[in-house]
Protein backbone atom coordinates (compact mmCIF):
# COMPACT_ATOMS: atom_id res chain seq x y z
CA UNK A 1 0.00 0.00 0.00
CA UNK A 2 1.22 3.37 -0.40
CA UNK A 3 1.43 6.33 1.63
CA UNK A 4 -0.52 9.31 1.40
CA UNK A 5 0.82 12.47 0.54
CA UNK A 6 0.46 13.92 4.09
CA UNK A 7 2.05 10.75 6.41
CA UNK A 8 5.14 10.96 7.62
CA UNK A 9 8.44 8.40 7.26
CA UNK A 10 9.69 7.36 9.63
CA UNK A 11 13.50 7.89 10.34
CA UNK A 12 15.61 5.38 13.09
CA UNK A 13 17.90 7.57 14.58
CA UNK A 14 20.60 5.24 15.76
CA UNK A 15 23.87 6.52 17.70
CA UNK A 16 25.59 5.77 21.22
CA UNK A 17 23.18 7.01 24.20
CA UNK A 18 26.18 6.15 27.11
CA UNK A 19 27.08 9.61 27.67
CA UNK A 20 25.76 13.48 27.63
CA UNK A 21 28.16 14.66 24.70
CA UNK A 22 26.57 11.50 23.03
CA UNK A 23 23.08 12.44 24.29
CA UNK A 24 23.25 15.73 23.49
CA UNK A 25 25.11 15.26 19.67
CA UNK A 26 21.89 12.56 18.96
CA UNK A 27 19.28 14.95 20.04
CA UNK A 28 20.97 18.41 17.98
CA UNK A 29 20.42 15.97 15.22
CA UNK A 30 16.98 15.21 15.53
CA UNK A 31 15.83 18.85 15.96
CA UNK A 32 17.97 19.81 13.13
CA UNK A 33 16.51 17.20 10.59
CA UNK A 34 13.24 17.74 12.30
CA UNK A 35 13.87 21.16 11.50
CA UNK A 36 15.01 20.25 8.06
CA UNK A 37 12.22 17.42 6.79
CA UNK A 38 9.67 17.54 9.61
CA UNK A 39 6.93 17.84 7.18
CA UNK A 40 7.92 14.61 5.66
CA UNK A 41 9.68 12.59 8.32
CA UNK A 42 8.88 11.36 11.68
CA UNK A 43 12.63 10.67 13.78
CA UNK A 44 12.32 8.14 16.00
CA UNK A 45 15.00 8.56 18.68
CA UNK A 46 15.86 5.45 20.98
CA UNK A 47 16.55 7.85 23.53
CA UNK A 48 12.73 8.86 23.74
CA UNK A 49 11.12 5.88 22.57
CA UNK A 50 12.42 2.97 24.83
CA UNK A 51 13.15 2.14 28.57
CA UNK A 52 12.55 -0.23 31.40
CA UNK A 53 13.79 -3.66 31.24
CA UNK A 54 16.76 -4.72 28.63
CA UNK A 55 14.03 -6.71 27.13
CA UNK A 56 11.81 -3.95 26.45
CA UNK A 57 14.37 -1.44 25.41
CA UNK A 58 14.88 -4.08 22.66
CA UNK A 59 11.50 -4.36 21.69
CA UNK A 60 10.88 -1.63 20.97
CA UNK A 61 13.44 -0.24 19.52
CA UNK A 62 13.04 -3.14 17.11
CA UNK A 63 9.48 -2.58 16.66
CA UNK A 64 11.07 1.27 15.68
CA UNK A 65 13.47 0.01 13.02
CA UNK A 66 10.88 -2.19 11.62
CA UNK A 67 8.68 0.75 10.87
CA UNK A 68 11.55 3.30 9.79
CA UNK A 69 12.72 2.89 5.88
CA UNK A 70 15.57 5.55 6.54
CA UNK A 71 17.57 5.63 9.07
CA UNK A 72 20.66 7.88 10.43
CA UNK A 73 23.37 6.22 12.20
CA UNK A 74 25.90 8.11 14.07
CA UNK A 75 29.08 6.63 13.85
CA UNK A 76 31.61 8.59 15.18
CA UNK A 77 34.51 7.17 17.88
CA UNK A 78 37.32 4.84 17.07
CA UNK A 79 35.14 1.87 16.64
CA UNK A 80 31.17 2.53 15.31
CA UNK A 81 29.09 1.53 18.93
CA UNK A 82 27.83 -2.11 18.48
CA UNK A 83 24.38 -1.62 19.72
CA UNK A 84 24.70 0.77 16.59
CA UNK A 85 26.54 -1.61 13.91
CA UNK A 86 23.77 -4.04 14.85
CA UNK A 87 20.84 -1.37 14.39
CA UNK A 88 22.75 -0.62 10.95
CA UNK A 89 22.77 -4.63 10.09
CA UNK A 90 19.17 -5.44 10.82
CA UNK A 91 18.12 -2.31 8.87
CA UNK A 92 20.13 -3.49 6.11
CA UNK A 93 18.60 -6.83 6.46
CA UNK A 94 14.95 -4.90 6.36
CA UNK A 95 15.17 -2.28 3.71
CA UNK A 96 18.36 -2.47 1.69
CA UNK A 97 21.01 0.36 1.71
CA UNK A 98 18.67 2.91 3.00
CA UNK A 99 20.63 3.96 6.07
CA UNK A 100 22.66 7.12 6.16
CA UNK A 101 25.50 7.42 8.38
CA UNK A 102 27.02 10.45 9.85
CA UNK A 103 31.08 10.60 11.18
CA UNK A 104 32.65 13.53 12.35
CA UNK A 105 35.30 11.63 14.07
CA UNK A 106 38.61 12.44 12.60
CA UNK A 107 40.18 9.34 13.50
CA UNK A 108 40.33 6.15 10.85
CA UNK A 109 38.60 3.89 11.44
CA UNK A 110 38.26 1.14 8.34
CA UNK A 111 40.39 -1.42 7.07
CA UNK A 112 41.38 0.47 3.72
CA UNK A 113 43.23 4.16 3.82
CA UNK A 114 39.72 5.36 2.10
CA UNK A 115 37.74 4.01 4.38
CA UNK A 116 35.40 6.17 6.72
CA UNK A 117 34.37 3.05 8.98
CA UNK A 118 34.46 -0.62 9.16
CA UNK A 119 33.28 -2.08 5.62
CA UNK A 120 30.64 -3.87 7.04
CA UNK A 121 29.05 -0.78 8.02
CA UNK A 122 30.19 1.63 5.52
CA UNK A 123 28.58 -0.98 3.08
CA UNK A 124 24.99 -1.19 4.69
CA UNK A 125 24.67 2.26 4.37
CA UNK A 126 23.70 4.15 1.35
CA UNK A 127 26.18 7.34 2.11
CA UNK A 128 28.35 8.31 5.03
CA UNK A 129 28.60 11.84 5.35
CA UNK A 130 30.79 13.85 7.20
CA UNK A 131 28.31 16.92 8.19
CA UNK A 132 24.72 17.69 8.90
CA UNK A 133 24.63 19.84 5.95
CA UNK A 134 25.30 16.91 3.59
CA UNK A 135 23.34 14.80 5.94
CA UNK A 136 20.15 16.43 5.19
CA UNK A 137 21.01 16.56 1.23
CA UNK A 138 21.39 12.79 1.90
CA UNK A 139 17.86 12.20 3.14
CA UNK A 140 16.39 14.52 0.91
CA UNK A 141 17.60 12.24 -2.13
CA UNK A 142 16.58 9.37 -0.30
CA UNK A 143 13.17 10.57 -0.18
CA UNK A 144 13.01 11.79 -3.74
CA UNK A 145 14.14 8.42 -5.10
CA UNK A 146 12.26 5.82 -2.63
CA UNK A 147 9.60 4.37 -4.22
CA UNK A 148 6.17 5.53 -2.26
CA UNK A 149 4.91 1.81 -1.83
CA UNK A 150 8.32 0.58 -0.90
CA UNK A 151 8.71 1.48 2.65
CA UNK A 152 8.37 -1.76 4.64
CA UNK A 153 9.56 -4.70 5.02
CA UNK A 154 7.72 -7.96 3.32
CA UNK A 155 8.00 -9.79 6.69
CA UNK A 156 9.50 -9.08 10.07
CA UNK A 157 12.52 -10.52 11.61
CA UNK A 158 10.66 -12.44 14.47
Same mark, same amino acid.
Given at each position: ?? !????? !????? =????????????????? !????????????????????????????FEANLAALRRS?????? =????????????????????????????????RKAGETPVSKV??????????????LPALIRELVAV =????? !????????? =??
Amino acid at each position: MG !KSLTE !KVSVY =LAGPLFSRAEIDWAGYL !KEEIDSALGDRVEVLWPFEIASGTAEDIFEANLAALRRSPLMVAI =LDGPMTDDGTAWEVGCHYALFGPRAVGIRTDSRKAGETPVSKVNLMIEESCRAVVGDLPALIRELVAV =LEEMP !KNDLRPEEP =LR
